[in-house]
Structures are given as C-alpha cells and as structure tokens.
C-alpha cells in the first residue's frame, strides 16, 4: 500500500511539473502575440494574420490546464457556509458526496469531449485563418478535464486518507481564495 | 423541469463544492433532463473562453504580480509616503491613495489588498496604529481596484451583457471611483483619527532625498496615464491595455529597477494562470448555462413577473440593489456578474435604465461583497497578512461598507455622476 501510495504521488508531481510548464509557456507566449500585434499595427501599420486566432486558443487551452491546478491545490472558490456549519464528522461525508458529484462532472465532460475530437477529426474541419485542424484545438478540453479529473480523484484519496489533514487544508483554502479577483 | 433543476442547483451549491461544477452539474442535470446532447456542453465551453477580452484576466493579474515582485509598489508606496506621511493617520491616507494609483494600473482588487497590505499592515503596525482599523483600511480601499479604470469587473460585465462599450464603462467608473477614495479618507479624518498614532515631529527629509523618491516612483506614476491615455486615444484597447501594462511592468522591473529574477517570474507567471483557469472555469460553465437561460427564457419571464407586481422603476433598483449585496456576501464576484447579469439587465433596460448606468451599478454592488463577511475574500486576505481574526475586522471594516452603500445608492439615483464623463468624452449620448 505504502508503494502504491508513492507512486502516486510522484505521479502527481510530474503531472504538475508539465502542467506547469504548458501553462507558463502558453500564458508568455499570448502576451508575446499580443503585445507583438499592438506594436506592428501602431508603428508599422502592418496587422498580422491569424495572431488573434492563436492567442485565442492559448487562453482556452491554458484556462483549463490552470484550472487543474487550482483544483489540485483547492483554490477554486465554493459557498461553503452551510458545510461548515455541520458537524464535522458529516462535513467529511458531504465533502465526498461533493468529490463525486464533481468527478461524475469530469467524467462526462471528458468522453464527451473527446466524442467532438472524434466528429472534427472526420468532418476535417480547419480554423477560420491559421488552418490548424479544429480537432487539435478543441482536444484542450477533453486533455484539461481529464487532468481535473485525475486530480479531484487524487483529493478524494486524501480526504480519505488524512482526513485531519484536509480540515487544516479547507481552512488554508479560504485564504487561498484570496487571490482569486 | 424548470424548478427540478432549481432545487438541484441550490441543493448541489449548499454542499460547497466549487461554483463552477455547481453551474455544470446543473446544466448536466438540464441536458439529461431534456434529452439534449450532451456534446454541446463541452462545445459551448470552448466558445465560452474563445473570446478576445477575457485576456485582459490573466494579463491584469499578471501586471499586479510583476509590479510587487519588481519593486513598483515599494516605490509607490515611498513616493506617497513623502506627501503624507508626516501628518497624523499618515500611514492610513496613504493606504488609500496608493490604492487609486494601483487601481489606474490593475483591475482586480484582491492584486491591490494583497500586495499593499503586505507592506502596509505591517508598517501601520510598527507605527502604533490599531491593528483592526490598519487592515479594515486595507481590504476597503482595496475596493477601489476594480472601479478607477481599467477595470476587471467592468470588461467581464460587457462580455456577459453584449452591446455596451468598454471604453464607457471604464470612463464611467473614474467619479465613483474617486468617490469612494475621497469619502474613505474624509471618513480616517472624522471617526478613526484616535485610532492613529499621533504625529511625531521627525526629522525634515532633505531636499535630495524626496527628489530621488520622485524620480524613483515616477516611472509607476505614470503608468496608469499611459493606460488611460491609450485607452481614449484608441491607440489600444482596453482589453490590450492589460498586455501594455505587464510589458511595462516587466520592463521597468527586469531592466531599470533590476529587482525581478527569472525564477521570480516564472512563478508569478504560473500563479496568474492557476488563478485565471480558476476563474475561466466558472466562465467556461457559464456558457452553456446561459444558453439554457435563453432557451428556456427566464430573463423574460422574470421580467413580466417583476413587473406584473411593480411599475416603480425606483424601487425595482432598490430592490435589485438589495439582492445584489446579498448575492455578493457569499459570491466571488465574476460568477456573480456571469450568473445575474443575464437574469436582471433585461428588466432594469425595459424600466428605462441606461446601460452604462447600470453596468456601474452591478459591479460596485458586487463589489461591494468582497469586504462583507461571511465570504468576503478581501477581508480573508487582510485577516491572513495581519494575522487577526476575520470577525474583529468584520467589525472594524463595518464603517466602510456603510459608506461604499451609501455611495452606491448616491450613484444609482444620480445618474449623472456616472454617466457625466463618457458623456464628455462622446462614448455614450
């Protein structure tokens, strides 16, 4: 068990460690584009093809990979003053009932998400001006929600597990919420 | 149907899992109620997010990082610091002000609490000014971030309502803006000055020194008239303003300050982003979900019942007013913006109401829940940099909220006070 238990979590880890670096890179590399687009309009009156388009689907593609993150580390904000009005020991059991309901979200999403893959990849469709296939495009949403779900499973395991760990954890997030707007 | 999937919204939403897989629970439950495929759901949230102004989240936030990391704020702080500084409640006008110089530059107003409470808390602290009233002054002018122009609020809002300008709602936000700034700093003055330290003679700043600070703090100075400025000329939008910002807040950082690493920024890089998929992914949900508001028409019929029981169009806003603070209480304030507006604008546009206007109105009253308990996330902030407890400055920041309402209510029945600049400026008629 305590093998299993490694392993997972060094799976974990990788899996943030890429999630991370696609996030960084696609966050630099929009701002690139963008700040790029706004010089050569104003100062060479010269607007590039398709810019636009790719900002787009790096903002789509990175919102979701992020979201993984932040469901990983709890900062997606919730109303919980009614949970935390329970007793604690049924705050646990709500907190699983949660988990479930979100991982059922995931799953749906995800095969659902890969069934449009599959309906772009026959119908070939392409994007308005770069061209790119609009299968790989919209692949950002079954991939983002699947990683949402490998993670909210992971959290499952450890409110399982150490559960005096998450009570900790659930306040922390509060003032996690915090960054957020 | 309508009221299953109502009862399930709330049921799933009281068991405090995240906002944004209550929203997609909820439409999950509608499509497999109605038969609908259920494909739409991941094809709606992809068009959901594939929309140019949302970058201007990730990149707001991101300038708010890289000003901390890289020295702005410090500089911001010093600057005013020299203008202030030696009266009595110095520390505290300054809170205020450094506030409405950040709001010209970011437009989130959690950015703002956390990087000036982190150098302000502390500071007032040292000095001798109670520790309830230091962070209370903190989370409520941090409120200010998201009304002075750019605004982050205000360009969500224009995504989820369609047909208002930017540009009008960012010019309509700089006198309630201001509003709140000044009426906080009068209200220090009143009711709060016995809760500053009183003013020690120190020794005079010599004349080089304030100088140097000027020169210092002039290159974030003027930062937000860049912003503003190139917003109204049209040399950039208010959505690229966001990219201009980060660039030069990066660029002062990296090369004239020289106080940002690379390793620094990779980090703040990541964060803006987890925090952006956070949000986007209520925003993502949110697509398909108004989709089905639309279909099923419930703006419309919410309007016909409004206004079978009520022609009163002032009381209509009192009333939506009164909602809207309650909804923010425990609400962040984009879900609250994407879920209301769609519901409430009809009805407030069919009683006559500009839409700029009324813009102004839904964000401040949000707004206003970030310093309301229980859910208030700029005071959870501020407890978590002072290290006191959420309700002692619960009862210190209560003041502030009465006046963030009463400026509200001044607003919504002055019309003119918002609309009298876009009106200069020929934005809106």
Same mark, same amino acid.
């Given at each position: 068990?305590?093998?299993?238990?490694?392993?997972?979590?060094?799976?974990?880890?990788?899996?943030?460690?890429?999630?991370?670096?696609?996030?960084?890179?696609?966050?630099?590399?929009?701002?690139?584009?963008?700040?790029?687009?706004?010089?050569?309009?104003?100062?060479?009156?010269?607007?590039?093809?398709?810019?636009?388009?790719?900002?787009?689907?790096?903002?789509?593609?990175?919102? !979701?990979?992020?979201?993984?993150?932040?469901?990983?580390?709890?900062?997606?904000?919730?109303?919980?003053?009614?949970?935390?009005?329970?007793?604690?020991?049924?705050?646990?059991?709500?907190?699983?009932?949660?988990?479930?309901?979100?991982?059922? !979200?995931?799953?749906?999403?995800?095969?659902?998400? !890969?069934?449009?893959?599959?309906?772009?990849?026959?119908?070939?469709?392409?994007?308005?001006?770069?061209?790119?296939?609009?299968?790989?495009?919209?692949?950002?949403?079954?991939?983002?929600?699947?990683?949402?779900?490998?993670?909210?499973?992971?959290?499952? !395991?450890?409110?399982?597990?150490?559960?005096?760990?998450?009570?900790?954890?659930?306040?922390?997030?509060?003032?996690?919420?915090?960054?957020?707007? | 149907?309508?009221?299953?999937?109502a009862i399930s919204f709330i049921l799933i939403l009281l068991l405090g899992i995240p906002v944004a897989f209550v929203i997609g629970l909820t439409v999950l439950i509608y499509m497999l109620l109605t038969g609908l495929p259920l494909v739409?759901?991941?094809?709606?949230?992809?068009?959901?997010?594939?929309?140019?102004?949302?970058?201007?989240?990730?990149?707001?936030?991101?300038?708010?990082?890289?000003?901390?990391?890289?020295?702005?704020?410090?500089?911001?702080?010093?600057?005013?610091?020299?203008?202030?500084?030696?009266?009595?409640?110095?520390?505290?006008?300054?809170?205020?002000?450094?506030?409405?110089?950040?709001?010209?530059?970011?437009?989130?107003?959690?950015?703002?609490?956390?990087?000036?409470?982190?150098?302000?808390?502390?500071?007032?602290?040292?000095?001798?000014?109670?520790?309830?009233?230091?962070?209370?002054?903190?989370?409520?002018?941090?409120?200010?971030?998201?009304?002075?122009?750019?605004?982050?609020?205000?360009?969500?809002?224009?995504?989820?309502?369609?047909?208002?300008?930017?540009?009008?709602?960012?010019?309509?936000?700089?006198?309630?803006?201001?509003?709140?700034?000044?009426?906080?700093?009068?209200?220090?003055?009143?009711?709060?000055?016995?809760?500053?330290?009183?003013?020690?003679?120190?020794?005079?700043?010599?004349?080089?020194?304030?100088?140097?600070?000027?020169?210092?703090?002039?290159?974030?100075?003027?930062?937000?008239?860049?912003?503003?400025?190139?917003?109204?000329?049209?040399?950039?939008?208010?959505?690229?303003?966001?990219?201009?910002?980060?660039?030069?807040?990066?660029?002062?950082?990296?090369?004239?300050?020289?106080?940002?690493?690379?390793?620094?920024?990779?980090?703040?890089?990541?964060?803006?982003?987890?925090?952006?998929?956070?949000?986007?992914?209520?925003?993502?949900?949110?697509s398909p979900f108004g989709w089905i508001l639309t279909v099923e028409m419930i703006p419309l019929k919410l309007t016909t019942w409004i206004l079978s029981l009520t022609n009163n169009s002032n009381l209509i806003l009192l009333l939506v007013?009164?909602?809207?603070?309650?909804?923010?209480?425990?609400?962040?304030?984009?879900?609250?913006?994407?879920?209301?507006?769609?519901?409430?604008?009809?009805?407030?546009?069919?009683?006559?109401?500009?839409?700029?206007?009324?813009?102004?109105?839904?964000?401040?009253?949000?707004?206003?829940?970030?310093?309301?308990?229980?859910?208030?996330?700029?005071?959870?902030?501020?407890?978590?940099?002072?290290?006191?407890?959420?309700?002692?400055?619960?009862?210190?920041?209560?003041?502030?909220?009465?006046?963030?309402?009463?400026?509200?209510?001044?607003?919504?029945?002055?019309?003119?006070?918002?609309?009298?600049?876009?009106?200069?400026?020929?934005?809106?008629?």
């Amino acid at each position: 068990m305590k093998i299993n238990i490694k392993i997972l979590e060094n799976l974990d880890s990788k899996i943030d460690w890429i999630t991370s670096i696609i996030v960084i890179y696609s966050l630099s590399l929009m701002l690139l584009l963008v700040f790029s687009q706004i010089v050569f309009r104003d100062l060479f009156r010269f607007s590039m093809y398709g810019i636009e388009e790719l900002a787009r689907y790096l903002l789509v593609a990175f919102s !979701f990979f992020g979201a993984s993150i932040a469901l990983r580390k709890n900062e997606l904000v919730g109303v919980t003053f009614a949970r935390n009005a329970l007793p604690i020991k049924t705050q646990r059991w709500v907190d699983l009932a949660g988990i479930f309901l979100v991982s059922i !979200f995931l799953m749906i999403i995800t095969i659902y998400g !890969f069934r449009l893959v599959v309906s772009l990849l026959k119908t070939g469709q392409l994007s308005p001006s770069l061209r790119i296939p609009m299968s790989i495009v919209y692949s950002v949403v079954p991939l983002g929600f699947l990683l949402m779900l490998f993670r909210s499973l992971l959290n499952a !395991f450890d409110l399982f597990f150490c559960c005096s760990l998450k009570k900790n954890a659930k306040y922390k997030q509060i003032t996690e919420e915090s960054k957020k707007i | 149907m309508i009221f299953v999937v109502a009862i399930s919204f709330i049921l799933i939403l009281l068991l405090g899992i995240p906002v944004a897989f209550v929203i997609g629970l909820t439409v999950l439950i509608y499509m497999l109620l109605t038969g609908l495929p259920l494909v739409l759901i991941p094809q709606r949230m992809f068009v959901g997010l594939d929309v140019f102004v949302l970058m201007a989240v990730p990149f707001f936030i991101l300038a708010g990082g890289i000003m901390n990391a890289g020295g702005l704020t410090k500089r911001l702080i010093r600057f005013s610091y020299i203008l202030v500084g030696s009266v009595r409640g110095g520390l505290a006008y300054i809170n205020v002000i450094v506030s409405m110089i950040f709001a010209g530059i970011t437009g989130a107003a959690t950015a703002d609490v956390s990087s000036i409470g982190a150098i302000l808390i502390p500071a007032m602290k040292k000095k001798g000014y109670e520790l309830g009233f230091s962070s209370a002054i903190t989370a409520a002018s941090s409120t200010i971030g998201g009304i002075i122009p750019p605004s982050l609020p205000f360009i969500v809002y224009a995504i989820v309502a369609g047909n208002v300008s930017v540009a009008a709602l960012f010019l309509a936000g700089v006198i309630p803006g201001l509003m709140i700034g000044l009426f906080q700093m009068v209200a220090i003055r009143l009711f709060f000055i016995n809760k500053c330290p009183p003013a020690i003679k120190h020794e005079k700043i010599p004349l080089s020194d304030t100088l140097k600070e000027i020169r210092d703090a002039i290159l974030a100075l003027i930062m937000p008239i860049i912003m503003i400025g190139g917003i109204l000329s049209g040399i950039f939008t208010p959505t690229e303003s966001s990219a201009i910002a980060c660039v030069y807040a990066l660029v002062i950082s990296l090369f004239i300050y020289k106080e940002l690493t690379f390793s620094k920024l990779q980090k703040i890089i990541l964060n803006s982003a987890v925090i952006t998929g956070a949000c986007f992914l209520i925003v993502a949900v949110c697509s398909p979900f108004g989709w089905i508001l639309t279909v099923e028409m419930i703006p419309l019929k919410l309007t016909t019942w409004i206004l079978s029981l009520t022609n009163n169009s002032n009381l209509i806003l009192l009333l939506v007013i009164l909602f809207l603070l309650f909804i923010g209480t425990f609400m962040d304030t984009i879900a609250a913006l994407i879920i209301t507006v769609p519901v409430l604008l009809p009805t407030l546009l069919k009683v006559g109401f500009n839409p700029v206007h009324v813009a102004i109105i839904i964000c401040f009253a949000l707004y206003i829940g970030l310093i309301t308990p229980p859910v208030g996330i700029c005071l959870y902030i501020a407890s978590s940099i002072s290290g006191l407890s959420l309700e002692k400055i619960s009862k210190a920041i209560f003041p502030f909220i009465i006046i963030s309402i009463l400026i509200l209510l001044s607003i919504a029945y002055f019309p003119d006070i918002v609309l009298f600049i876009p009106r200069l400026f020929g934005k809106i008629r």
